[in-house]
T-cell receptor, first 114, second 110 residues
Framework: DTGVSQNPRHKITKRGQNVTFRCDPI?????LYWYRQTLGQGPEFLTY????????KSRLLSDRFSAERPKGSFSTLEIQRTEQGDSAMYLC????????????FGSGTQLSVL | QQQVKQSPQSLIVQKGGISIINCAYE??????FPWYQQFPGKGPALLIA?????SEKKEGRFTISFNKSAKQFSLHIMDSQPGDSATYFC?????????FGQGTILTVHP
């Protein structure tokens, strides 16, 4: 499978715990995006990387959220001190700079904060 | 100015019918307008997309109509099939960053 891969698919955690999600983009894609989707809504942009550089972060992204993309390959999204409001589907997408507008999404990580 | 408004919220059509979903945007700097299809438990999948210098694009049973002056675009699904039942999102891109509409739940009855 050469698509965008996200792990884990599901994560259940208790409020106050830290969680980390991983995204492996399509291999030749140099742009990587994180989105968040709540039930019944469209995905909302969180942040994106071009290679290893994080170029933009949404105002929605609190200081408890941090993303990295070491060496411009896979990316991780960490949420510290989780809150119930963080419960959502976290989606990763990738694109190739030359076709930067065509984003390909993974199946997401469904986070439930109890 | 970053909003994309989508309607209707839900749509029921009979097999073989035409499904039409509409979107409107405000920011004239958007430079690419894709439609995504999403099944439960899956991520959005790119269906079809259009650039603002084109008024219509057709791929198989799917057609995008784009009206730049009205800042509106729509998705038409011809000969709708039960397998098309899914949530559809319009989106608008600015420098590769997508702003999504609220989604339309399409149900196609056999």
């Amino acid at each position: 499978d050469t698509g965008v891969s996200q792990n884990p698919r599901h994560k259940i955690t208790k409020r106050g715990q830290n969680v980390t999600f991983r995204c492996d983009p399509i291999s030749e894609h140099n742009r990587l995006y994180w989105y968040r989707q709540t039930l019944g809504q469209g995905p909302e942009f969180l942040t994106y990387f071009q290679n290893e550089a994080q170029l933009e972060k949404s105002r929605l992204l609190s200081d408890r959220f941090s993303a990295e993309r070491p060496k411009g390959s896979f990316s991780t999204l960490e949420i510290q001190r989780t809150e119930q409001g963080d419960s959502a589907m976290y989606l990763c997408a990738s694109s190739f700079e030359g076709q930067g507008r065509k984003l390909f999404f993974g199946s997401g990580t469904q986070l439930s904060v109890l | 100015q970053q909003q994309v408004k989508q309607s209707p919220q839900s749509l029921i059509v009979q097999k073989g019918g035409i499904s039409i979903i509409n979107c409107a945007y405000e920011n004239t700097a958007f430079d690419y307008f894709p439609w995504y299809q999403q099944f439960p438990g899956k991520g959005p999948a790119l269906l079809i997309a259009i650039r603002p210098d084109v008024s219509e694009k057709k791929e198989g049973r799917f057609t995008i109509s784009f009206n730049k002056s009205a800042k509106q675009f729509s998705l038409h699904i011809m000969d709708s099939q039960p397998g098309d039942s899914a949530t559809y999102f319009c989106a608008a891109s600015l420098y590769g960053k997508l702003t999504f509409g609220q989604g339309t739940i399409l149900t196609v009855h056999p």
